[in-house]
């Protein structure tokens, strides 16, 4: 499991796609550094999605560039295959599914289909467990505990 690419938009900006950048740098308890977000909901500071969803989209003539759904951390798996209270372990950081994301209706800029298209695989809210750097191709490792969680 990977990192496809890394996004972050800072103050100011607006507007999808989110912009690439070389490195996230995760603070527990803010949020990521330089991130518009950063400091508001700690349970939604980093936002990841898989590329499941922009390949379902293409499926249905919808070609989207990386970052159009919002996300921070574009993974080659797809992260709604594992349930709330997952734990992510990339690089030294720890990042945990707080929520599903919810219906975006602004994503209908791109296709007015979109937004429904996309409901079960929208994206995934996280909370900063652990700070830390992460980079493109990051390894991503899923955390033995969840096993143990999602058992019980």
Do not use: W
Request: proline share 3%; aromatic share 10%.
């Amino acid at each position: 499991m990977n990192i496809i690419d890394i996004f972050s938009a800072k103050v100011g900006q607006s507007g999808l796609p989110r912009p690439k950048v070389e490195t996230l740098e995760l603070i527990e308890g803010y949020g990521i550094k330089n991130d518009k977000f950063a400091g508001t909901d700690l349970d939604k500071t980093v936002m990841i999605v898989g590329k499941y969803s922009y390949d379902l989209a293409k499926k249905n003539f919808i070609n989207l560039e990386y970052g159009s759904l919002g996300e921070n951390i574009l993974f080659d798996f797809n992260p709604h295959d594992f349930p709330v209270g997952t734990r992510f372990k990339i690089g030294e950081s720890i990042i945990k599914i707080t929520e599903k994301c919810t219906i975006c209706k602004h994503l209908g800029v791109f296709d007015k289909q979109l937004p429904k298209l996309l409901q079960k695989c929208r994206g995934l809210y996280c909370k900063i467990e652990k700070g830390g750097f992460i980079y493109k191709n990051s390894e991503v490792e899923l955390l033995e505990e969840n096993y143990q969680e999602i058992a019980s």
